[in-house]
């Protein structure tokens, strides 16, 4: 069965630390692949999506991910994250019709 | 100029109740999305439509129906409510009906900012 692991409940960085979220997945065919971010009291937004290609991904608000079919990981990842990142952050994998969503990760950020 | 709104965005109802909430998108999409969001923040898929054409229908109870007057518009209608509906339902758009499509925005959803519903 198709599924999406988001192992970090939440994740507690400093301000100015780099920072690593963790998705891994289950699929059958290629994966197409997509992390999103849910500020407070807001929708989703795409931060990245991965399709073919380049294994390392860059995307919106400074993030990248590198897609690794020998762990079956996409890991976001953020040099020196920054007060406005703090967020609820999903990956999910895509069939062609729907995307099947990971439980979400809230980064929270300490001053 | 909001791209997917919905509304309301705040929905306190009794058990019992019928209510609806409203979902419009100015992106000139051509499939709509509704999804739930439960307190865990587990978002699940309910309802898909392509130019008002109902496309995906997951297990959802038939007291939830989806009404889509045209493409722009994806309506949910609840019926009868119960405990287990509060949640916060999330409409989308994309501008394709599939992942695999060729555009710029391809297999991005874009999404309202939630409706929370809180029944008592």
């Known amino acids: 069965a198709q599924s999406v692991t988001q192992p970090d409940i939440h994740i507690t960085v400093s301000e100015g630390a780099s920072l690593e979220l963790r998705c891994n997945y289950s699929y059958g065919a290629t994966p197409y692949l997509f992390w999103y971010v849910q500020s407070p009291g807001q929708g989703l937004q795409l931060l990245l999506k991965?399709?073919?290609?380049d294994t390392l991904v860059q995307g919106i608000k400074g993030f990248e991910a590198e897609f690794k079919r020998s762990q079956s990981s996409f890991n976001l990842r953020k040099p020196s994250v920054h007060w406005s990142d703090a967020a609820e952050y999903f990956c999910?994998?895509?069939?062609?019709?729907?995307?099947?969503w990971g439980a979400g990760t809230k980064l929270i950020i300490k001053p | 100029d909001t791209a997917v709104s919905q509304t309301p965005k705040y929905l306190v109802t009794q058990m019992g109740n019928d209510k609806s909430i409203k979902c419009e998108q100015n992106l000139g999409h051509d499939t709509m999305y509704w999804y739930k969001q439960d307190s865990k923040k587990f978002l699940k898929i309910m309802f898909s439509y392509n130019n008002k054409e109902l496309i995906i229908n997951e297990t959802v109870p038939n007291r939830f129906s989806p009404k889509s007057p045209d493409k722009a518009h994806l309506n949910l209608h609840i019926n009868s409510l119960e405990l287990g509906d509060s949640a916060v339902y999330f409409c989308a758009s994309s501008q394709e009906v599939g992942i695999l499509g060729v555009g710029e925005n391809t297999g991005e959803l874009f999404f309202g900012e939630g409706s929370r519903l809180t029944v008592l």
């Open positions: 999910a994998v895509g069939s062609n019709y729907q995307l099947i």
């Open positions: 991965y399709f073919s290609g």
